[in-house]
C-alpha cells in the first residue's frame, strides 16, 4: 500500500520546489523508490528533478483516441493499448520514477485525461511506498476525483495575508468535497520576516492542521531556478531543506 502526499495552494507559491524537496529528502530516508506525479498541465517538475517528460498522460490519451481503430484491427483492445502508453510515459531515474499530466491536445474536456491518471495511480502506485502528488494551482485536481484519499493533505501558502485567505478557502473546499486524509501540514513559504504571520495559530486552529511549517525565502533555492538547476543537487546544510527532512519524518 503506497502512502500518498498531495501537495496544492495557489499558483506561484512553491508547490513544485516543495514537491521536488521532498522527492529528494523521501529518497535520502530510504523510503525510495517513490512515485512524483506532476498533476499540473504546465508540467514543470521533471525539471526541477532534473529528468525530462517526452511523453504526457495527455498526449497518451490524444494517442489512444487517434490509434484504437487501427489497434483494433490488429486485435489489440483499448486498455491494453493504454496501459503501454502509460508505461512509455513513465520516466525512470534513480530512487524515483516520474509520470506527467501533461495537457490534453487536440479537442475535448479533460475528463478522459483524469480518468487515465486516476488508472495510472490506482494501477501504478503500489509498486511505490511512497507517491508525491503535485497538484496545478487550487484543488482541481481533488475535485476532478483523480484522488479523493490522501495520506497527507500539504497546503502551501505564501504570509501574504491574500495568501492565508487562500489556504484558509482550500481547506474549505477539501472538506466540501470530502477529501479525506489522514494529516494536514500547512507551508507558510518565501518569509521574509523569519516568523509566523499573527493570524496562523487561528488558522491552525480552524483547519485541524497537524503542523504549520515556515519555509524561509531562500537565496540558493532562487539561484538554483534562475540557472535552472535540479533541486536534487541542493546541498543537505539548505535550511529550507533541513526543514522538508523534518519535515519527513513527522509524515513518517
Known sequence: MSYLIAITGKGGVGKTTISALLVKQLIANGKSPVLAIDADPNSCLDAALGVTVNQTVGRAREEVREEAAAAAANGISKQEMLEMKISESLVEAQGFDLIAMGRPEGSGCYCYANNVLNS?????????PYVVLDNEAGLENLSRRI??????????SDASNAGLNT??????????????????????????????PSRTSEIKARTGADQVILLPDDGQIAEFAENSKNLLSLPDGNTVLQSIDKLVKEID
Open 147 to 156: 484522488v479523493q484519499k490522501v495520506d497527507v493533505l500539504i497546503l502551501v
Open 167 to 196: 489556504l484558509e478557502r482550500l481547506h474549505e473546499l477539501a472538506v466540501e468535497m470530502n477529501i479525506s486524509y489522514s494529516k494536514l501540514f500547512l507551508i507558510i513559504n518565501r518569509s521574509r520576516s523569519g516568523s509566523l
Open 120 to 128: 495510472v495511480i490506482q494501477q501504478i502506485s503500489g509498486e511505490y
